[in-house]
């Protein structure tokens, strides 16, 4: 166990996990029998503690950098994307912290949720009840991030930092946030994953739903589902493929089909609005968001913990040409699990071992776990305390306003 421990440590990506099986508890030692007590009734929980026992909490590293800066103006406080201006190189530039890509980091969008819903606290709260409750976090996280924004620009500010320090990723939220900073439409990146069963499964299904759609939809909608469909099948058939880990050319390990963001890796926000099958074909269709609710420059602030959905939120930005990054080189995760993922039980141990099953493909052919190399690198080191990495970052974001400007008047 201690050596298959340090592996998982050592290999320090967050989507390996090794999980043992507990060894089953002494029987209980047999004395006389306690006369059974009257059962009482149980007051329902707060709604702090009933979104706390959800797991949701602000992270340990909520406030991000910005703060530590001279001259720091906060415009918006608390754990849920906090934000504020600085001045710097004759520019007032507006920072906004986003510590997690997950609604699951700030309790207090969760109490506005269980508040709007109404949902009783005092019964179990099951799928159903938890689909609905993770869906409206999410839609009201977008409307703070788009109200956030506003905020900055009414504040003054012409250039924004978005900080994603210490940020360990989410969910795939990071593709409609990222779009929420362009105008012009993201092409997110191509999606890789692991030949098998898993996969198979689920390139079948999502042909099916396609299927299924296209025979009640108008003939527009119906020659684009049938398409997607194909793709679909094709890519069912691209994971039925079984291919040695050895790196043959002639059948690399890792299928290839769509983008991170499904059948379709670029549309306008509200392209599939009242379609039920869009989040089929494009995820990002889920949430709610804008394009463009920022349209100025930007800059990513990443560091060696930025990872998984963050990477991806800088890589999508980064490829487009429409943000510049600034700091150290990111940790390297990348894609992790599809849809529960793959997890397999040890059969000696009884150890359920999980892993990777997909990956992300940049616009330069690498595959996001090399890490996101930054556009101005910071010699930021893993321990560094936030007061020095605010006096470096001091000494680096004019230069880095005036290429990301630059990079804005282009991209326009």
Do not use: K
């Not at 703060?67 to 415009?75: F, K």
């Not at 989410?170 to 012009?184: C, D, F, K, P």
């Not at 909608?221 to 043959?248: F, K, M, V, Y």
């Amino acid at each position: 166990m201690a050596i298959f421990n340090r592996i998982v440590q050592r290999i320090g990506d967050g989507h390996v996990t090794l999980a043992w099986q507990r060894p089953p508890a002494p029987p209980a030692a047999q004395g006389p029998a306690a006369p059974a007590a009257a059962p009482q009734a149980r007051a329902a929980p707060s709604v702090e503690a009933y979104c706390r026992s959800r797991s949701y909490s602000a992270p340990n590293n909520a406030a991000g950098v910005a703060p530590a800066l001279a001259g720091y103006r906060p415009v918006a406080e608390g754990d849920l994307l906090p934000a504020g201006t600085v001045e710097a190189g004759g520019a007032r530039a507006g920072f906004l912290r986003i510590a997690r890509f997950d609604p699951h980091s700030s309790a207090a969008l969760c109490a506005e949720a269980v508040r709007a819903l109404n949902l009783p606290l005092d019964r179990p709260c099951d799928e159903q009840c938890e689909a609905r409750l993770v869906t409206e976090a999410y839609r009201r996280l977008g409307l703070v991030m788009q109200e956030r924004l506003a905020a900055l620009r009414a504040a003054g500010a012409t250039a924004l930092v978005v900080d994603l320090t210490g940020n360990g990723g989410g969910s795939e939220w990071a593709e409609a946030a990222a779009r929420m900073l362009s105008r012009r439409p993201l092409r997110s990146a191509r999606l890789g994953f692991v030949r098998g069963p898993h996969w198979e499964r689920l390139w079948r299904e999502t042909a099916a739903e396609l299927r299924a759609a296209a025979r009640g939809a108008v003939p527009a909608d119906r020659a684009r589902l049938l398409g997607w469909a194909a793709q679909a099948e094709a890519a069912e058939a691209e994971a039925r493929r079984r291919c040695p880990p050895t790196g043959d050319p002639a059948c690399p390990w890792l299928g290839r089909a769509g983008f991170a963001t499904g059948l379709v890796g670029e549309a306008p926000a509200g392209a599939f609005e009242g379609r039920d099958w869009g989040v089929d074909v494009f995820t990002p269709a889920q949430h709610t968001y804008r394009d463009g609710a920022w349209d100025g420059p930007v800059i990513v602030l990443v560091d060696q913990e930025t990872a998984s959905a963050a990477e991806q939120f800088a890589a999508l930005l980064q490829d487009n040409r429409a943000a510049i990054v600034l700091g150290a080189r990111t940790a390297g995760l990348g894609c992790g699990h599809s849809w529960g993922g793959t997890p397999t039980r040890l059969p000696n141990s009884g150890a359920t071992l999980t892993v990777p099953d997909c990956a992300r493909f940049r616009a330069d052919g690498s595959n996001e776990v090399r890490g996101i190399v930054p556009d101005r690198l910071l010699a930021w080191r893993a321990n560094d305390g936030r007061a020095l990495r605010a006096r470096m970052l001091e000494a680096a974001l004019p230069e880095a306003i005036a290429r990301a400007r630059l990079l804005y008047r282009r991209r326009r």
